[in-house]
């Protein structure tokens, strides 16, 4: 039993050493020797500048559609071929389309020639409705003139019959030519009113030439339309530039955005490349140190050792929020020659300049630190270094400058550090806790 004892004694002891040596080794106090790093002040030029992330995009997209529906018979052009404007791109089989050209092309000339014949109706019945009104005009007044001299024949006549210078014979036959004449103008006159008449069915005459001309412009409309919908078979380039993209094969049925809700089928897309841009997103951070007509520095990952020359154009007004991330889309026109090697959509990057000097002082950035409010640099000095105060310029992120406070003979602290001892892992744990 004492023997068990002294056995478990010893284990419980030897685990303590091992434990107590492991926490010492981990804890025990080392001591940490750091060095300064120290930096002449310079003098150059700093370029304080915001860098940005975007993509290549053309002056203009041109979504080319076709008015017309049906089967493409002719696609002359390719992915990336340069077009001018006027360059036909597109033909569709135009065989309904001519027959319906063809059927309004009848349809007008039997609208004109009912226009030419209701015309020429017209014509001839207002000539004969004059003719027939000149006579009529003669007859009654040959009618009046031989009323009057009947009359006055019938009334000598009676005269003398009372004188007994003529037979009743001789007075009845005065009589009658008299009640005659007076006939021939109520004839003449009815006449006149029949004429009245027929000058009215020539209204109706000229309303079916009305009627007529209203069907030739209906037909002439319908003419323009069918031999629209022929030209709209054939698409033309609207501008010059390059297709950048052609969605569609010969041999292709395609719709009309005119007739299809979707809005018909994309043929291809024209970019307009005279002029490339670079929308760029900046920061809201850093958006309002942009301004129109800054320099740009642009470089793509196609081309690792290129840089491209731009100039600022457009700021945006209005900020993008993704994932509560405000960023302002900036326009960028490339300006540099070497343009034309830029592709749309391509990534690219942008350092925007916001400011350059020249020959001016300056240090690491890092090396500059704020203390009560103020900006300070640490100089190192053959008796000791110094903190000594500094107002700052602007900085590219590497290089700060000093406007004042160093006279550029100086060299700088960039990292304060100290020779310490340190806990390795951390301060020792108080005893007994």
């Not at 360059?87 to 039997?110: V, W, Y």
Request: aromatic fraction near 4%.
């Amino acid at each position: 039993m004492e023997n068990a004892l002294k056995k478990w004694i010893f284990v419980v002891l030897a685990v303590a050493a091992l434990v107590g040596g492991f926490a010492w080794y981990k804890l025990r106090p080392v001591e940490v020797v750091k060095t300064e790093k120290t930096s002449a002040v310079t003098k150059g030029s700093i370029v304080q500048k915001i860098t940005a992330s975007g993509r290549v995009v053309p002056n203009l997209d041109v979504e080319i559609k076709c008015k017309a529906s049906g089967e493409i018979v002719n696609l002359p052009v390719e992915e990336g071929d340069k077009v001018r404007k006027g360059d036909l791109l597109l033909e569709l089989d135009p065989t309904d389309e001519h027959r319906t050209l063809n059927q309004a092309k009848t349809s007008l000339a039997s609208s004109l020639a009912r226009q030419k014949i209701a015309e020429e109706n017209l014509r001839v019945n207002e000539r004969a409705l004059v003719n027939e009104r000149e006579k009529a005009r003669v007859a009654l007044a040959s009618a009046v003139s031989l009323s009057k001299d009947s009359e006055a024949k019938a009334a000598r006549t009676r005269e003398l019959l009372q004188r007994k210078l003529a037979s009743a014979e001789e007075a009845e036959s005065a009589e009658t030519q008299a009640v005659q004449a007076r006939s021939d103008i109520e004839t003449s006159k009815l006449r006149e009113a029949e004429l009245d008449a027929k000058e009215k069915a020539l209204e109706l005459d000229r309303q079916e030439i009305e009627a007529a001309k209203a069907n030739v412009e209906s037909d002439k409309l319908a003419l323009e339309i069918a031999d629209q919908r022929v030209k709209n078979t054939r698409v033309f380039a609207p501008l010059g530039g390059v297709i950048t993209q052609r969605s569609v094969q010969a041999g292709q049925i395609i719709s009309s955005p005119m007739s299809n809700v979707g809005g018909g089928t994309t043929i291809m897309i024209i970019s307009d490349l005279d002029k490339i841009f670079v929308l760029a997103s900046v920061d809201e951070a850093d958006i309002g140190l942009v301004k129109e007509g800054q320099k740009a520095v642009l470089r793509v990952d196609a081309f690792p050792g290129e840089k491209f020359q731009g100039e600022v154009q457009r700021i945006s007004p209005r900020g993008i929020n993704t994932s509560n991330v405000v960023t302002f889309e900036v326009k960028i026109e490339v300006l540099s020659q070497n343009k034309d090697m830029l592709k749309p959509e391509m990534t690219a990057s942008a350092d925007i300049i916001i400011e350059v000097r020249e020959s001016v002082l300056g240090v690491p950035s890092e090396a500059v630190f704020r203390k009560n409010g103020s900006e300070f640099v640490t100089v190192q000095l053959p008796a000791g270094n110094e903190d000594r105060p500094v107002v700052t310029g602007i900085s590219d992120g590497q290089l700060t400058q000093i406007v004042s406070g160093l006279s550029g003979e100086e060299a700088v602290i960039i990292k304060k550090q100290q020779v310490e001892s340190k806990w390795q892992g951390g301060p020792p744990m108080p005893f007994g806790r």
